[in-house]
């Protein structure tokens, strides 16, 4: 990517102008025409590195439950797996790592009952076996701003927010992405001030591009887990890591002694094998596993109150 596009997609991804004619506020901030502008976000968007452009909200104040669950499946009947998986909308992020759990996917859904149900049927139709459902026990970061100089840490609030339905309008067209035009929230028929209520109100966490990590440069990740005395200190501690997005607190289950869990990334494999064991360092050398992404199976965004 160029340096411009770079500087572009550090601004989209969490100050695209909530405006009427949003690329020609952006054009003014680095000397391009409104049509300028557009075209470098298209560009980004056709190559990949924009997977989409649109709101990221909060699953949990929307009434949705979020769980990240760990099975195996063996490596000859993957495709199967993965075959069914794509069928379903509810799962979002579908990774192979490094591990005897080799399958780590995200469901997000209204009740326990529901994401119960999506994984008994996984584990009818498919090899997926041995699966854990695990709720988090606390957040301590989410951040899906990707950038060299990102450090957000997001802060969670427990009020509640019950939508009406023109909240559930608006929120299910801003979980797609939104129209490929000059005035995408003309065309959309939402004003920029719902937005920005929707993010004052903390249901949405930012409006703008969500990116595919390894086209933007991020090419290396790694799940670590860690098992930890002092879950607190310890994940307040990874939460300050620009090269860590999540990192929750999650209940240890059989065969896996690990109570804390962070997202990290990095440019290659060995930039990312230094942060890891510079957080390894920090935390005093604790018990860990280190779980690479090895493929990524799905990744997709959900779309809140469809059907």
Request: a negative charge; hydrophobic letters at 40%.
């Given at each position: 990517?160029?340096?411009?596009?770079?500087?572009?997609?550090d601004?989209?991804?969490?100050?695209?102008?909530?405006?009427?004619?949003?690329?020609?506020?952006?054009?003014k901030?680095?000397?391009?025409s409104?049509?300028?502008?557009?075209?470098?976000?298209?560009?980004?968007?056709?190559?990949?590195?924009?997977?989409?452009?649109?709101?990221?909200?909060?699953?949990?104040?929307?009434?949705?439950?979020?769980?990240?669950?760990?099975?195996?499946?063996?490596?000859?009947?993957?495709?199967?797996?993965?075959?069914?998986?794509?069928?379903?909308?509810?799962?979002?992020?579908?990774?192979?790592?490094?591990?005897?759990?080799?399958?780590?996917?995200?469901?997000?859904?209204?009740?326990?009952?529901?994401?119960?149900?999506?994984?008994?049927?996984?584990?009818?139709?498919?090899?997926?076996?041995?699966?854990?459902?695990?709720?988090?026990?606390?957040?301590?970061?989410?951040?899906?701003?990707?950038?060299?100089?990102?450090?957000?840490?997001?802060?969670?609030?427990?009020?509640?927010?019950?939508?009406?339905?023109?909240?559930?309008?608006?929120?299910?067209?801003?979980?797609?992405?939104?129209?490929?035009?000059?005035?995408?929230l003309?065309?959309?028929?939402?004003?920029?001030?719902e937005?920005?209520?929707?993010?004052?109100?903390?249901?949405m966490?930012?409006?703008?591009?969500?990116?595919?990590?390894?086209?933007?440069?991020?090419?290396?990740?790694?799940?670590?887990?860690?098992?930890?005395?002092?879950?607190?200190?310890?994940?307040?501690?990874?939460?300050?890591?620009?090269?860590?997005?999540?990192?929750?607190?999650?209940?240890?289950?059989?065969?896996?002694?690990?109570?804390?869990?962070?997202?990290?990334?990095?440019?290659?494999?060995?930039?990312?094998?230094?942060?890891i064991?510079?957080?390894?360092?920090?935390?005093?050398?604790?018990?860990?596993?280190?779980?690479?992404?090895?493929?990524e199976?799905?990744?997709?965004?959900?779309?809140?109150?469809?059907?």
């Amino acid at each position: 990517m160029e340096n411009l596009d770079e500087k572009i997609l550090d601004v989209v991804q969490d100050g695209f102008p909530l405006e009427d004619h949003p690329y020609a506020a952006l054009g003014k901030m680095f000397g391009l025409s409104e049509e300028q502008a557009f075209a470098r976000v298209e560009s980004l968007r056709e190559c990949g590195v924009i997977r989409r452009l649109g709101g990221v909200y909060n699953s949990r104040k929307l009434g949705y439950i979020s769980r990240l669950c760990a099975g195996v499946v063996p490596e000859g009947q993957l495709d199967g797996f993965v075959s069914e998986v794509n069928k379903i909308p509810a799962i979002t992020h579908n990774y192979i790592r490094s591990h005897a759990y080799n399958v780590w996917f995200t469901i997000i859904a209204r009740s326990e009952t529901e994401i119960e149900e999506t994984v008994l049927g996984l584990e009818a139709e498919t090899a997926l076996h041995d699966v854990h459902i695990l709720s988090s026990k606390k957040m301590f970061k989410i951040n899906t701003v990707m950038g060299r100089c990102a450090a957000r840490k997001v802060v969670e609030s427990a009020a509640c927010f019950v939508p009406n339905e023109d909240d559930r309008r608006r929120i299910k067209l801003l979980s797609k992405d939104i129209p490929h035009t000059l005035t995408p929230l003309q065309d959309l028929g939402v004003q920029a001030s719902e937005i920005q209520g929707d993010l004052n109100r903390g249901i949405m966490r930012r409006f703008g591009a969500i990116l595919r990590h390894q086209q933007a440069g991020f090419d290396a990740n790694a799940m670590v887990c860690f098992s930890v005395t002092d879950v607190e200190r310890a994940g307040n501690m990874l939460a300050e890591d620009s090269h860590v997005s999540h990192c929750y607190e999650r209940a240890p289950f059989e065969r896996f002694p690990y109570n804390l869990y962070a997202m990290f990334h990095a440019t290659s494999a060995g930039e990312l094998q230094s942060v890891i064991e510079g957080s390894v360092d920090l935390l005093g050398n604790p018990d860990h596993v280190v779980l690479t992404s090895l493929k990524e199976l799905k990744k997709t965004s959900f779309c809140f109150f469809e059907g």
